[in-house]
C-alpha cells in the first residue's frame, strides 16, 4: 500500500489509483485496500474519484432490474391501405407521408438514438381480403448497425395493436422481463425510453404487483364525462409477470376457451359500451386488464404523450400535471445547445408526423384531442420551450379543476423520490447530450418518405 503525503502531486496519485494489481483487480479494489486514515492523506482529486466510485457502485447495485432488464420492443404494423382514415390519399399516413415510409423511419429512429432493448418484433398482420400499401413490407432485416429484426406474422383477427401485442408475448414467452408496444407511427424520441419505462414502470407498481403503464388513461375515472370505461391510449410496458398472470387467470381460472381477441370482444360487448371502432381495440384491452385484476397506469406525471388524430396533432398530457410534469428540466438544458434536440419535447415517443407538421395544438385541459376546451397552437420548435405553467392562451378559468388533476395524479405514476430509483433515472444533461437534434429526425424522416416516393 502507497500513503500519499499532501505534497504528492494529482498525476502522480491518478497513476496509481487508475493501476490494477498484478491479479487483474480494478482501481477500485486498490482503493478500498487503502484504510480510512491513509485516505486522509489523498489529494482532493483522488479523494474524489473514490466518493464518485463508491456512489456509482451504489446506483449500479440499486439499479439493477432496470438497466440489465430483457427487454422486448414491439411495431404494430399496418401494411393496409388507408381508406377509412385518408381516403382522399389511402396510401399516405396524413397528408404528406407515404405510408411505406413509416416502418423504415420507426426502425431508423431506434438506431439512429442507440435505444437499448434485447429485441425488436414486428407484428405483420396478414388479411388476403385488403389492399396491401406496396412496398410497405421492405423494411430491411436489421436495425442499421444493430440486432436482427424479428418479424412474426398474425393474422388479422388480432384485434389490432394490442392483440398483436398479446400475440408477441405468447410466441416469445420467457424470453423477456418487460414488454413495450409501441404503434407503426408512434416513434420513441428519448434515448433512454426503455430504462426510463422500465424505471416508471418500478414506481407506478410495487414488486408483486401486476400493471400496464401507458402513455396516457382515457376513460373512467381520469374523465368524468367520458362514456367509456378505463383505456389505453398510446404507448404501453407491461412486465413478463403481469402478462402470465393476465394468460394464466383467462384460460386457467376463467375457463376461457377462445383467443384472447375474442375474450376482449366478449367482456366490450358485455359491458354495453358504446359503439365506435376504437372501443373495440382499445376499451377491449381496458376491460380484459380488469377482469384480471390488473391495474393500469400512465406516464404522464413524468412525459408528455402527444397524439395525431390523422389530420393534426394534439397533447392534452401536458395538462393532466397543470404544466408541471417531471421531464420540463429537459427544456432548461435545451437552451445550452445550438439547436433544438429531439428529447427536449419532453416525451418518451411522438407521432412520425411529428417530424413533418409545424404545429402542434396543445390543450388547456385533459381532454381527448381538446374536446371544448380552449387549445393553443404551438410550433413544433417552441414546444420545449413552455416553461413550468400554461401556455399564454389559457386563462384561469379554462384550467382543469383540481378535483380532476387529483384523480389524475392518482392514476398516474408518483413522481420519483429521494429513494433508489431517483438515482437510476438519467440526468438531463445526459439526454440531451445523447439526443439526436429535431433537424436530423426530420432529415431521416424526410430520407425515407422520398425514398418511398
Not at 404507448?235 to 413478463?240: K, L, P, R, V
Not at 404522464?300 to 428540466?329: G, I
Not at 384523480?407 to 405514476?413: D, F, G, K
Amino acid at each position: 500500500e502507497k500513503k500519499f503525503d499532501h505534497e504528492d502531486s494529482i498525476s502522480a496519485s491518478r497513476s496509481v489509483l487508475w493501476s490494477s494489481t498484478a491479479v487483474g483487480q480494478s482501481r477500485m479494489v486498490l482503493l478500498r485496500s487503502i484504510p480510512t486514515t491513509s485516505q486522509m492523506h489523498l489529494p482532493a482529486a483522488a479523494r474524489q474519484l473514490l466518493a464518485d466510485d463508491e456512489a456509482n457502485s451504489h446506483r449500479k447495485q440499486s439499479c439493477q432490474g432496470i438497466s440489465d432488464a430483457r427487454i422486448a420492443y414491439i411495431i404494430s404494423a399496418n401494411p393496409f391501405v388507408r381508406e377509412c382514415h385518408n381516403p382522399k390519399h389511402p396510401l399516405q399516413n396524413g397528408r404528406n407521408l407515404p405510408g411505406a415510409s413509416v416502418l423504415p423511419i420507426h426502425i431508423r429512429m431506434i438506431a439512429a438514438l442507440h435505444i437499448r432493448l434485447l429485441a425488436l418484433l414486428v407484428c405483420m398482420p396478414n388479411d388476403y381480403t385488403k389492399s396491401e400499401i406496396p412496398g410497405y413490407r421492405q423494411f430491411g432485416k436489421r436495425i442499421p448497425g444493430g440486432l436482427p429484426i424479428e418479424v412474426l406474422q398474425v393474422q388479422n383477427n388480432s384485434l389490432g395493436s394490442y392483440g398483436m401485442f398479446l400475440h408477441a408475448f405468447a410466441s416469445t414467452r420467457g424470453r423477456f422481463d418487460y414488454y413495450i408496444m409501441a404503434e407503426e407511427d408512434y416513434v420513441p424520441s428519448n434515448p433512454y425510453v426503455t430504462d426510463e419505462l422500465v424505471r416508471i414502470y418500478k414506481l407506478a407498481f410495487q414488486e408483486g404487483e401486476h400493471g400496464m403503464l401507458a402513455g396516457v388513461l382515457q376513460g373512467r375515472p381520469v374523465e368524468r364525462l367520458s362514456r367509456f370505461p378505463l383505456h389505453a391510449e398510446g404507448s404501453h410496458i407491461m412486465s413478463a409477470a403481469s402478462l402470465d398472470h393476465l394468460y394464466d387467470h383467462t384460460y386457467t381460472k376463467v375457463g376461457w376457451k377462445g383467443s384472447m381477441a375474442d375474450r376482449m370482444l366478449f367482456l366490450r360487448n358485455k359491458s354495453a359500451t358504446p359503439c365506435s371502432y376504437f372501443n373495440f381495440i382499445q376499451v377491449g384491452f381496458g376491460l380484459l386488464l380488469a377482469d384480471a385484476g390488473i391495474a393500469s397506469r400512465d406516464w404522464v406525471s413524468q412525459y408528455r404523450m402527444p397524439y395525431w388524430d390523422h389530420d393534426k396533432m394534439y397533447d392534452w398530457t401536458a395538462a393532466a400535471t397543470n404544466f408541471s410534469f417531471a421531464a420540463l428540466e429537459l427544456t432548461h438544458q435545451a437552451f445550452e445547445t445550438n439547436e433544438p434536440k429531439l428529447a427536449a419535447q419532453g416525451a418518451l415517443f411522438v407521432p412520425v408526423q411529428w417530424f413533418f407538421e409545424k404545429e402542434v395544438s396543445v390543450c388547456c385541459q385533459p381532454i381527448d384531442v381538446c374536446g371544448q376546451a380552449r387549445r393553443c397552437k404551438v410550433s413544433v420548435l417552441d414546444l420545449a420551450g413552455l416553461e413550468q405553467s400554461p401556455p399564454s392562451c389559457c386563462t384561469a378559468d379554462s384550467l382543469p379543476s383540481h378535483r380532476d388533476l387529483k384523480v389524475r395524479r392518482l392514476m398516474s405514476a408518483p413522481r420519483a423520490k429521494r429513494d433508489a430509483l431517483s438515482r437510476c433515472a438519467p440526468k438531463p444533461a445526459d439526454v440531451i447530450r445523447r439526443s439526436i437534434s429535431i433537424h436530423e429526425a426530420r432529415r431521416i424522416a424526410w430520407d425515407e418518405a422520398n425514398f418511398a416516393r
